[in-house]
């Protein structure tokens, strides 16, 4: 009875689709955050009968055959890049990609990591830093003593003091841009790394290269659409329980077959 275990995957593919579901829906409100979505395949066939196998009677060719298949498996969980609405904060470290790019950040392990969450802060020596103190690279500091940070939609960082007029540059902050960034590894507190699949990062200033321009004051709310997403889960669900009622109608039939006189 081959409905059991095909039925078992279709119960484990809906449920990995909750489970990514459910993850969207838990990060409405980060910021830069992108909606994640299962995709599946159908597993291997058995080739009962080949199509275009030859009768021994006759010599026609069979035009369909039989093929029986296995189930169901999760291929991949894919990213939609659609960009997030821009939401004002009037922010001095709030910064906001206007397009494609990402920030480049240094962790503690030397390596780099790459994000769109452009909430900044600033560390205790003046560094520009993440809201989980990484570093954005280049690494910028702000003196002590200013007043206001203004950062232009090219990356350049000026900063203001009382007792000058004209601004001082601190520093330029510059966008990576990968051939496939679907290809980027997730590692949580909105970062991803470079992989073998995403390409080497472009690194450029912001507008050029087909890279987005940043606008301070502005953080890039999540795309998670939150109607999309229930109706997902509730054809999510109605995909397991019918799973569900072919195990109990193959259980069912094999009942029946145990309790032939």
Known sequence: MRALQIAATGMSAQQTRVEVISNNLANMSTTGYNAR??????????????????????????????????????TAVSVNL???????TGGDLDLAIDGEGYLEVT???GLSAYTR????????????????????????????DASTISINAAGEVYAYFSDQVEPEMLGQLTLA????????????SN????????????????????????????LEDSS???????TELIKAQ????LNAKVITAADQMLSATTQVR
């Open 82 to 88: 659609q960009q997030g609405a821009l939401t004002q």
């Open 107 to 109: 962790l503690p392990s």
């Open 117 to 144: 969450d452009g909430g900044l802060k600033r560390s205790p020596d003046g560094l520009i830093v993440t809201s989980d103190g990484y570093p954005v690279a280049p690494a910028i500091t702000i003196p002590d």
């Open 191 to 218: 970062l991803f790394l470079e992989t073998a699949a995403s390409g080497t990062p472009q690194v450029t200033t912001p507008g050029q290269d087909g890279l987005g321009t940043l606008r301070q004051g502005y």
């Open 224 to 230: 998670v659409d939150s109607v999309r997403e229930i």
């Open 238 to 241: 109605r995909g397991y329980e």
């Open 177 to 188: 841009g990968f051939s496939n960034e679907k290809g980027l590894e997730a590692i949580g």
């Open 37 to 74: 979505r299962a995709e599946f395949a159908d597993l291997h066939y058995q080739q009962a009968t080949r199509p275009g196998t030859v009768t021994a009677a006759d010599g026609t060719v069979i035009p369909a055959g039989v093929q029986l298949g296995l189930g169901v498996r999760p």
